[in-house]
């Protein structure tokens, strides 16, 4: 069986075109930068971080300066240590930066949307769409962009991400990148490692984590897609040997964490990957901010 073929990247060459995209999306209308939401986890900071080098290289050679900001936003449900590995990389990178609690404005929708404090799934939107109003106002009071921070596997592989929250920005910057390549970049680019190899979390619902929710990891979901997109069937998936030990393996150990997994088999786990990547079709189609074109190779 031929292997499925997952794709590589000149990370020098990649942040280059990445950056030189954003510039041209800011100065195209008139902006004075860029505000990106930071989470403390690796596709908010390398997203800050690729924007802060680009900015820095244009900055250094033309006296209208653009600029970055950085807004921490946590609610009751965000750990201290997510606020704290956030700090940490505004302050490496040097950019300023705020932290507001949206707490009180999560709190103020028990008057019109009580209903949606009955379900973790609809508050934990709910609080990811307030962020993001919180975000695109900063963003045109300051006559900046917004950056989005999702990823290629998250975003546009499975849909994992709130339509008019998160996915409510300006331009998506890594979008090109899956959860292997981001944090490829984010190393390149000299984030924290605590940071790249955070347990990925949407930080909208206690105790979640992408992994919880899922029943596999962006490993999987490159994988999975890359295969569709090669012209491997679901069956031919199921069976191949770079899916199927990593999904049994995964399952074993999602078994051990949390009990009997909903998706008990590789070919379950595949059927969930395509049926959430026709969900991510779908928004797609509703809201596509603008993403770079850079160089991936498949050799």
Known sequence: MNA?????MDCETVSKEIGDFVIESVQAVGATGCVVGLSGG???????????????????????????????????????????????????L??????HSIEKLVDAFKLTNPEAFDANYHRGNLISRVRANVLSTK???????????????????????TLFGDGAVHLSPIAGLSKRLVREMALFLGVDKTIVHRVPTAGLEPGQSDFKDLGYDYDVVELVTEGLDQG????????HPQVAPLVEKQIAHHRSLYGEPQLDSVEKV???IQRRHQTAVGKVKIVHPPTPL???TYD
Do not use: C
């Open 4 to 8: 499925i073929k997952l794709p590589r």
């Open 232 to 239: 491997f069937t679901s069956r031919q998936l199921a069976a």
């Open 139 to 161: 963003a045109a009071t300051e006559n900046k962009i917004l950056a989005g921070t999702g990823n290629r596997d998250e975003d546009f592989g499975i849909g994992y991400y």
């Open 42 to 92: 690796v596709d908010s900071s390398t997203t800050a971080a690729l924007i802060n080098k680009a900015f820095a290289g244009y900055n250094a050679k033309n006296d209208k300066h653009l600029e970055l900001v950085g807004y921490i936003l946590p609610s009751n449900i965000n750990k201290q240590a997510d606020i704290r590995d956030a700090e940490t990389l505004v302050k490496a």
């Open 294 to 296: 850079i160089s991936l």
């Open 270 to 272: 595949i059927a969930d």
């Open 94 to 99: 040097a950019i300023r930066y705020e932290i």
